[in-house]
């Protein structure tokens, strides 16, 4: 996720950054905005809705097989 975190500040330029809303600009990336980024299922499609996980009016994103590969690589590194 560290990596991930690094890579994603460089790669963001200084004119990609103006683009943002001014609180955003000074903003970074971090191994934890990216985890739950990677393990949060609304990118496959998913809502919750009173209590239950149902498909929301959204096109997934993320295709299930990778979401899952990477919601398993990331559980078992956060047990390590």
Same mark, same amino acid.
């Given at each position: 996720?560290?990596?991930? #975190?690094?890579?994603?500040?460089?790669? $963001?330029? /200084?004119?990609?950054?103006?683009?943002? !809303?001014?609180? &955003?600009?000074? +903003?970074?990336? #971090?191994? +934890? *905005?990216?985890? =739950? $980024?990677?393990?949060? /299922?609304?990118? $496959? %499609?998913? =809502?919750?809705? %009173? %209590?239950?996980?149902? !498909? %929301?009016?959204?096109? #997934? $994103?993320?295709?299930?097989?990778?979401?899952? !590969? =990477? *919601?398993?690589?990331?559980? +078992? &590194? *956060? =047990? #390590?």
């Amino acid at each position: 996720m560290e990596q991930i #975190a690094t890579y994603l500040n460089t790669v $963001i330029t /200084d004119k990609q950054k103006q683009e943002f !809303s001014k609180v &955003n600009q000074q +903003r970074t990336w #971090a191994h +934890r *905005s990216v985890q =739950v $980024i990677l393990t949060n /299922d609304y990118y $496959i %499609g998913k =809502v919750t809705y %009173g %209590g239950e996980k149902i !498909s %929301g009016n959204h096109e #997934a $994103i993320v295709d299930i097989d990778t979401w899952l !590969s =990477v *919601s398993r690589k990331v559980k +078992r &590194n *956060s =047990v #390590a």
